[in-house]
């Protein structure tokens, strides 16, 4: 069975600091690997994706993770954090036209 | 282009009632997906709709039923509200040519 999971729930860096949230899955076959930001009250948008090739996926605004199959890991890293980061970070597995199941999330405060 | 557009934004609903939510997808997209977000939680799947007939179901009851319309916008409609039905609503589209689904604002459901 699918599933998705974010170990932390809740994480707190400075500005500027870097920043790694985890993720880790469960799929029975090759996965496609999402991560997702939402923002309070808002839907989710898209930070990046993976689906082959390259283990190492850039985004926007300056996110990438990395996907580790050993480790069944899929970690996202910002080098440096703005305040404007400050939102809730959805994990996401899911494959070809099925649906995607979401771990339950991250939320991550910004310290001035 | 609008991207994905849902209607209402908030609803309160007595327990008992039904409700009716909207959800116009991306232009382009053919295939639209609804998700339960309850407070302080992922995403959870409820269903995926192709071609105006319903393709993958996750676990949720049969009070939770939806239709897709042949300009590929949809209904998600849920019967005898519960108190446990207040979430965020959210719908996704994506075309089936691809996997990167576009996510609208959501619906935030209140049942009192």
């Known amino acids: 069975a699918q599933s998705v999971t974010q170990p932390d729930i809740h994480i707190t860096v400075s500005e500027g600091a870097s920043l790694e949230l985890r993720c880790n899955y469960s799929?029975?076959?090759?996965?496609?690997l999402f991560w997702y930001v939402q923002s309070p009250g808002q839907g989710l948008q898209l930070l990046l994706k993976?689906?082959?090739?390259?283990?190492l996926v850039q985004g926007i605004k300056g996110f990438e993770a990395e996907f580790k199959r050993s480790q069944s890991s899929f970690n996202l890293r910002k080098p440096s954090v703005h305040w404007s980061d400050a939102a809730e970070y959805f994990c996401?597995?899911?494959?070809?036209?099925?649906?995607?199941?979401f771990g339950a999330g991250t939320r991550l405060t910004v310290k001035p | 282009d609008a991207g994905v557009t849902q209607s209402p934004t908030h609803l309160i609903k007595t327990r008992g009632q039904q409700v009716t939510l909207r959800c116009s997808p991306k232009?382009?997209?053919?295939?639209v997906s609804w998700y339960q977000q309850a407070l302080g939680q992922g995403p959870q799947f409820i269903f995926q709709?192709?071609?105006?007939?319903?393709?993958q179901r996750g676990n949720f009851p049969d009070r939770f039923s939806g239709h897709q319309f042949p300009n590929y916008s949809s209904e998600l409609n849920v019967n005898a509200l519960l108190l446990g039905d207040s979430a965020l609503y959210l719908c996704?589209?994506?075309?089936?040519?691809?996997?990167?689904?576009?996510f609208g604002q959501g619906t935030r459901l209140t049942v009192v």
């Open positions: 799929y029975g076959a090759t996965p496609y």
């Open positions: 996704a589209s994506k075309s089936r040519l691809n996997t990167e689904a576009f």
């Open positions: 232009s382009g997209h053919d295939t």
């Open positions: 993976y689906f082959s090739g390259d283990t």
């Open positions: 996401a597995v899911g494959a070809g036209n099925n649906d995607m199941r």
């Open positions: 709709y192709y071609e105006e007939e319903e393709r």
